[in-house]
Nanobody
Framework: QVQLVESGGGLVQPGGSLRLSCATS????????MGWFRQAPGKQRELVAA???????NYADSVKGRFTISRDNAKNTVYLQMNSLKPEDQAVYSC??????????WGHGPQVTVSS
């Protein structure tokens, strides 16, 4: 059973910042791409950002320039730094391990609430 330990969600005002963290085992972290998805009520789950095992990144157009995904190899942790948050960023954010044809592992997701 793969564990994804997520943290960092919460309530923030529009324009504010939050940082999400997702830690997993070294055996998983070193092999696979990881990323963050989000799902707002009544909407489909969407990719927010992803980072490959060698550090290549990919972002949804809606978050480019505001969000940054990074990985700390020493801590087996992926971070999502979210700046200039907007109400439309409000969602449940889920960490994800992408094993390609082998499928994905999902975290349970911290809630991010953007409200004044």
């Amino acid at each position: 059973q793969v564990q994804l330990v997520e943290s960092g969600g919460g309530l923030v005002q529009p324009g504010g910042s939050l940082r999400l963290s997702c830690a997993t085992s070294r055996s998983i972290f070193s092999l696979y791409a990881m990323g963050w998805f989000r799902q707002a009520p009544g909407k489909q789950r969407e990719l927010v950002a992803a980072i490959s095992s060698d550090g290549g990144t990919n972002y949804a157009d809606s978050v480019k320039g505001r969000f940054t995904i990074s990985r700390d190899n020493a801590k087996n942790t992926v971070y999502l730094q979210m700046n200039s948050l907007k109400p439309e960023d409000q969602a449940v954010y889920s960490c994800n391990v992408d094993r390609g044809a082998l499928g994905r592992y999902w975290g349970h997701g911290p809630q991010v609430t953007v409200s004044s």
